[in-house]
Nanobody, 124 residues
Framework: VQLQASGGGLVQAGGSLRLSCAASGGTFSSYGMAWFRQAPGKEREFVATIRVSGGSTYYADSVKGRFTISRDNARNTVYLQMNSLKPEDTASYYC??????????????????WGQGTLVTVSS
């Protein structure tokens, strides 16, 4: 599975961005999808995930209520709508695909495939 992330950019604090991640080369609908992010000098951290059916979503506490993950299995695409952005959201954002058990959904190693990062910069 190849993943291509897009949609990053520069935005002012309080603004919004929507990230997209298009999948190819596999059965997109059979994978749970997730977004992680990594700021300079920091470890990669979990942001959000959506299960195979799209019926269950999970978020990091730091983004809960501001970010929304969704998927369109017909378009083989997962989205991350980011609202009320803060400077601390500045990072490279990565999409990932896998079939993690519920207890491992926040663990990068539980995902098989990764897209390249898309940079989000939030200015104060």
């Amino acid at each position: 599975v190849q993943l291509q992330a897009s949609g990053g950019g520069l935005v002012q604090a309080g603004g919004s961005l929507r990230l997209s991640c298009a999948a190819s080369g596999g059965t997109f609908s059979s994978y749970g999808m997730a977004w992680f992010r990594q700021a300079p000098g920091k470890e990669r951290e979990f942001v959000a995930t959506i299960r195979v059916s799209g019926g269950s979503t999970y978020y990091a506490d730091s983004v809960k209520g501001r970010f929304t993950i969704s998927r369109d299995n017909a378009r083989n695409t997962v989205y991350l709508q980011m609202n009320s952005l803060k400077p601390e959201d500045t990072a490279s954002y990565y999409c990932a695909a896998g079939r993690p058990i519920l207890s491992a959904i926040t663990t990068p190693g539980a995902y098989y495939y990764w897209g390249q990062g898309t940079l989000v910069t939030v200015s104060s």
